[in-house]
C-alpha cells in the first residue's frame, strides 16, 4: 500500500504538464517454474505456470475495473485477515471463475 500511495502522492506533486503514471498490482501465491528457457543467442529467464497465467489475468482486470490492486482468493487466505471481495471473475485459460479481492477503501 505504501507504494500506491507514494504514487499518487508524485502524481499530485508533478506539474499538469507531465504525464501521471498508473500502475495495477496483481497479488497472488502458488507454485511455478522458473529458469533458463531457449538455447544459444535466444536464451531467457523466465516463470512459467498455472499461477503466472492468473497473476497475468488478474493484472489485466485492474484496468477493466479501475482498481490498483487487485489479490487473488490464494492471497488473501495467506493475509489471515479480511478483504473486501470485487466478485468472482472468468478468465481466460482458467476453467473455474476466480472470486477476486481488493480494499474497501479504494477510489
Do not use: W
Not at 44 to 69: A, W
Not at 80 to 88: A, C, K, L, S, W
Amino acid at each position: 500500500m505504501e507504494g500506491i500511495g507514494a504514487l499518487a502522492q508524485s502524481n499530485q506533486i508533478e506539474s499538469d504538464e507531465v504525464i501521471q503514471l498508473v500502475a495495477g498490482f496483481a497479488l497472488h501465491h502458488g507454485a511455478v517454474a522458473y529458469g533458463n528457457i531457449g538455447f544459444g543467442d535466444r536464451l531467457d529467464f523466465t516463470v512459467i505456470g498455472r499461477e503466472v497465467n492468473v497473476t497475468s489475468r488478474i493484472e489485466k482486470l485492474c484496468r477493466k475495473l479501475d482498481r490498483q490492486l487487485i489479490m487473488s482468493g490464494e492471497f488473501v487466505n495467506l493475509l489471515q485477515q479480511p478483504m473486501y471481495e470485487i466478485g468472482h471473475f472468468a478468465m481466460r485459460g482458467i476453467l473455474d471463475d476466480q472470486p477476486l479481492f481488493g480494499l474497501p477503501a479504494e477510489t
